[in-house]
């Protein structure tokens, strides 16, 4: 069986996606029953990190060590990837000593290369590009809370980033309509947008892009390498605040999602994370097992069981 990687949500196919998440909904139903799955015992996971982590190194490292398995963390501080160390290099050797790599970097395409020159799987763990792994958490807190997406509609309300192109592969991988709204000059990459002209739909007004949907979604105004512009980027985005009272022109069971860190007073309100229509606290929980399931599915390739 050839390797499988995950960089991007199209590396799997919607059928393989949609048992994914249910075996993270099983998983977790069974972690918090107290049952013991190690199903990657003695399986080891190299964790390359460029971009700093809280959510990311916790669930990946929890999700090795509940599963049976181990994780070594590696930086350019403490690894010759510091040294200049070719990627392609990197990769092969790596190969020969642990079962996958996951990497949190800035360039996607160090990510490609990995994954070109691997004979282990490679999980996207953030690029500048994407964040497929947090997209399968929102995508099982969804599932969790209100059903299938499937035919339903989500908004993103900020910046074109990561996060916005991710949602973008989500609305055709899982079959949604997606509302994109931010100000002019931070919309996401045109040619995504006309690959996805079919699912995306671009909104300038926060109100009318809310107006009964089932999902919202923001992220920080500016994103890791981007401080030097936050001040600016707080005057643009400054209409575009997630509130309660913004909140209330989605549907009446509407949920709201943040993939966080967040940052109060300035893309969500000082109150929205309370709100009850938020679950962020729960997405934030979901990466550990919706990744459990990622990782059980490409170091073992076995067919991904759905809940029994």
């Known amino acids: 069986m050839s390797v499988r990687h995950f960089l991007t949500l199209t590396d799997l196919s919607p059928q393989e996606l949609e048992r994914l998440i249910q075996r993270a909904i099983l998983l977790k139903r069974r972690h918090k029953e107290g049952i013991i799955d190690e199903t990657l015992k003695n399986r080891v996971l190299a964790m390359i990190f460029e971009k700093s982590s809280t959510r990311t190194r916790v669930s990946f490292e929890a999700g090795m060590i509940q599963l049976g398995g181990g994780s070594i963390f590696l930086s350019p501080r403490d690894s010759q990837l510091g040294r200049g160390e070719p990627l392609e290099d990197t990769a092969r050797v790596l190969s020969e000593m642990v079962d996958a790599i996951m ?3 800035f360039s996607h395409q160090d990510v490609e290369t990995l994954a070109a020159y691997s004979s282990v799987p490679v999980i996207n763990a953030l690029t500048d590009d994407y964040h497929p792994c947090q997209l399968l958490a929102d995508v099982q807190t969804f599932v969790e809370c209100r059903g299938s997406l499937q035919g339903k509609t989500v908004t993103w309300v900020g910046d074109g980033n990561n996060m916005c192109n991710s949602y973008m592969k989500a609305a055709r991988q899982f079959d949604f309509q997606l509302r994109i709204c931010g100000p002019e000059g931070y919309q996401p990459d045109t040619q995504l947008l006309e690959d996805h002209a ?15 949907v089932q999902l919202v979604v923001t992220d920080v105004w500016a994103s890791m390498g981007q401080e030097e512009e936050q001040a600016k980027r707080e005057r643009d985005f400054a209409p575009y605040q997630v509130s309660p009272a913004l909140m209330d022109y989605a549907a009446k069971d509407a949920l709201f999602m943040h993939c966080l860190p967040a940052h109060r007073g300035e893309e969500i309100s000082e109150d929205m994370l309370d709100d009850p229509r938020s679950v962020v606290w729960q997405e934030a929980g979901n990466r550990l097992h919706a990744q459990k399931a990622l990782l059980e599915f490409l170091i073992t390739g076995s067919n991904i069981q759905a809940p029994v």
Do not use: F, I, N, Y
């Not at 079919?198 to 009964?212: F, H, I, N, Q, Y």
């Open 103 to 105: 990497v949190r970097t």
């Open 198 to 212: 079919d699912r995306v739909t671009l909104v300038s007004d926060p109100k009318a892009a809310v107006e009964g």
